[in-house]
């Protein structure tokens, strides 16, 4: 019999991933499901991105590059986060990975110690918990609810500090809520992080792009610059500038931290792909402009989205400020259809609608349902008009 390790046992893969191969599986076996599962845009990578990798090919760019990211690209991200952040970066606290799923990794793994506390808002990206879970560490989950618009207090992030806090981690705008902080918010956090020096901070910035808020994007670190030595900030293009497949992710942040998570690197992965590194070069050094128009489609289906799942009985689902997703409570749903488990809801949508969304409780937030609209308008019509028809 087979003995897998205690660590791959204490973990559950991807839930989004996992509805996501639910709703092809249903395909295939020729049912008509719309798959509202996915965290990722449905736009093709923008032209000049992909032209620089075909030229990276045909000059022979194709051979291992230095562990943490080529030159080139660790300026654009230097030049980036000063422009964008105003934050000053040196080279030697910058680390590429594949994908901002593998600098958090690294950080865990390269940060954490079995029976550190990591407090994680809830809902939260559904890898933090596991990732930490992977490097031994426990998950400390700050629950939130609409009240807040699913951002924690200063008060409950005080509540959540123990002695054994090693990492905090804050995702603005949030996947799965697509709420963001603003200053006064991170300004209050901070002064909470300020009285417990042992702490570090992962700020994840994945979102930042993906904005239509009425007020200025910032990060703890943007309005705590004191906290500048406990800060690491993660970000990456896969979002931004549609380029999920390519993985390139980066972290930013102290030198001896950023090296711990390169010797992590260096024996797990090494560099990421060379091509997709000069891809992710011409997407920075490009700027965002090309960003904006698909900003502007998800800002059309938000609206859409929002004001329709509001008109669903049971249903009802705050705005959000930025991200591709929607998050929609559905207890008055639930309730209504005698389910109190919404893996059982999303499993009736599945079967009875023909839509796949992720439930809330993958999130750490049940009796919610995760709906991404980084699909076309058509799509999402046909897709709440299907869930408003099987709930009547
Ligand atoms: N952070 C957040 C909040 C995310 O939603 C994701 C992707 O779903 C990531 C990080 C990782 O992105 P990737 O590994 O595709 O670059």
Not at 76 to 86: E, P
Not at 216 to 236: H, K, M, Q, S
Not at 254 to 279: C, D, E, H, R, W
Not at 339 to 363: H, M, Q, T, W, Y
């Amino acid at each position: 019999d087979l003995q897998l390790s205690d660590r791959v046992q204490q973990i559950k893969p991807s839930p989004t991933l996992a509805v996501t191969n639910r709703a092809a599986e249903l395909k295939a076996a020729g049912k008509d499901i719309i798959g509202l599962g996915a965290g990722e845009p449905d736009f093709d990578t923008p032209e000049h991105i992909k032209q620089a990798a075909v030229e990276a090919i045909n000059n022979g760019f194709t051979k291992y590059t230095a562990v943490d990211g080529t030159p080139g690209l660790k300026k654009a991200i230097i030049n980036k986060l000063q422009k964008d952040n105003g934050l000053s970066y040196e080279a030697n606290q910058i680390l590429v990975s594949c994908g901002g799923k593998q600098s958090f990794f690294n950080l865990a793994l390269a940060y954490i110690n079995p029976g550190d506390e990591v407090v994680i808002p809830a809902p939260y990206w559904v890898s933090y918990p596991d990732m930490v879970v992977i490097a031994g560490g426990v998950p400390v989950v700050i629950e939130t609810d609409e009240s807040t618009r699913f951002k924690i207090t200063a008060e409950q992030l005080e509540a959540s500090i123990t002695a054994n806090t090693k990492l905090v981690v804050l995702n603005s705008p949030s996947n799965p809520s697509g709420v963001a902080y603003t200053a006064d918010e991170l300004k209050a956090l901070g002064a909470v992080l300020k009285k417990h020096p042992q702490i570090m901070i992962a700020t994840d910035d994945m979102y930042e792009y993906i904005w239509w808020a009425d007020f200025a994007f910032e990060n703890i670190l943007t309005v705590c610059p004191e906290l500048y030595d406990r800060t690491i900030v993660l970000n990456g293009v896969s979002k931004a500038y549609s380029m999920t497949g390519w993985r390139i992710g980066y972290a930013a942040g102290p030198a001896k931290l950023i090296g711990a998570m390169k010797k992590v690197q260096s024996q797990s992965t090494s560099n990421p792909t060379s091509i997709s590194q000069v891809a992710a070069e011409a997407a920075l050094n490009g700027g965002r402009d090309c960003v904006l128009p698909m900003v502007e489609a998800f800002k059309e289906r938000h609206d859409y989205v929002v004001k329709t799942l509001n008109e669903i009985p049971g249903f009802s689902c705050i705005p959000a400020d930025g991200a591709f997703y929607a998050f929609p409570n559905v207890k008055g749903a639930m309730d209504k259809a005698g389910i109190d488990n919404d893996v059982d809801f999303a499993e009736k949508l599945l079967l009875e609608a023909g839509v796949a969304l992720v439930p809330g409780s993958a999130f750490g937030s049940p009796g919610y349902m995760r709906l991404s609209f980084a699909t076309s308008m058509k799509t999402l019509e046909d897709a709440l008009n299907r869930i408003k028809k099987a709930l009547s």
